[in-house]
């Protein structure tokens, strides 16, 4: 058996009516979290806010808890966590659950866990700078943050594309979906740059193709709550949580997608891939690690 639970959850994670490129994600940004809490030594891990850009919210740390960490998920919305704990269970671990705003510092006690992390939801945040200070303070090791790629075309033709449809624009603010946006946000808040990269390189461009999807007969996508995140439809906590229960098939799409992120992907440098992947992170220390 595969020693990586994000691995070993691909199958059913790529089974949620995502598409091929959240599958991908999911992949790709599982094992960078195993990766850095394995180096980390980490054992209690927050994510502040557990949200996720777009599909089912909630699932982005539930690898980290296969791993044996002690996972806690923050959110404004207690719907969403509840869904939260439903997926989890029928992956046969459990979470921890806060329901308070991750720009609150005083939402959770200081220096409280070995890495803080949120992905795609530092753009959405009311004030960044809150944000920052609040995860900078719940931490005592590491702070990690993911946003968007502003340097990547995808997000400017997807505002066209709100734009040309008369939708609202719902994906947070482009100016913070840059790593040098983060970094300066972490280091007014007492943290200093471990390390900036990214994330997130499937093998094609960054364009918001959406590719077709295999709708389930079994489960059909919804609009749910989702506070620091646009409102695309995803499957019900109930629905994923009948396919995270498993089995599930990988498909040879999939297998040739796992090979290119370990032959590609991994082998670019962290610099190279801050402005080609289609997400940017910055890792930073808080002054008690």
């Not at 020693?3 to 599982?30: C, D, F, H, K, N």
């Not at 329901?99 to 866990?113: C, H, K, M, N």
């Not at 340097?151 to 400017?156: A, N, Q």
């Amino acid at each position: 058996m595969d020693a990586s639970p994000t691995a070993r959850l691909l199958p059913m994670l790529a089974s949620l009516q995502e598409g091929l490129g959240s599958a991908y994600e999911r992949y790709a940004v599982g094992r960078f979290l195993e990766t850095v809490v394995g180096d980390l030594g980490a054992r209690s891990v927050a994510e502040w806010p557990a949200n996720g850009v777009l599909g089912v919210p909630g699932l982005k740390s539930l690898p980290l808890a296969l791993l044996g960490c002690e996972v806690t998920l923050l959110s404004p919305s207690e719907a969403l966590l509840r869904g939260a704990e439903t997926m989890w269970r029928a992956a046969g671990v459990e979470p921890k659950i806060v329901v308070g705003s991750p720009e609150d510092e005083g939402v959770a006690a200081p220096r409280t866990f070995d890495l803080v992390w949120s992905f795609c939801a530092f753009e959405h945040a009311n004030d960044p700078n809150a944000l920052a200070r609040a995860m900078v303070r719940a931490a005592r090791g590491r702070v990690l943050v993911f946003v968007q790629n502003a340097w990547m075309p995808g997000v400017h033709l997807h505002r066209l594309q709100h734009a040309l449809d008369r939708r609202p624009w719902d994906h947070g603010r482009v100016g913070s979906m840059r790593a040098e946006f983060v970094a300066e946000r972490l280091r007014a808040a007492g943290a200093s740059i471990v390390a900036m990269g990214g994330c997130d390189l499937p093998p094609w461009p960054d364009i918001n193709v959406r590719l077709p999807r295999r709708e389930r007969p079994d489960a059909r996508r919804t609009v749910s709550e989702r506070p620091y995140g646009p409102r695309d439809p995803a499957l019900s906590p109930t629905d994923a949580a009948r396919i995270l229960a498993g089995p599930a098939a990988l498909s040879p799409t999939m297998r040739a997608l796992v090979a290119w992120h370990g032959s590609v992907e991994r082998a670019l440098a962290p610099g190279v891939l801050r402005y080609i992947a289609h997400h940017p992170y910055v890792l930073a220390k808080t002054e008690t690690a």
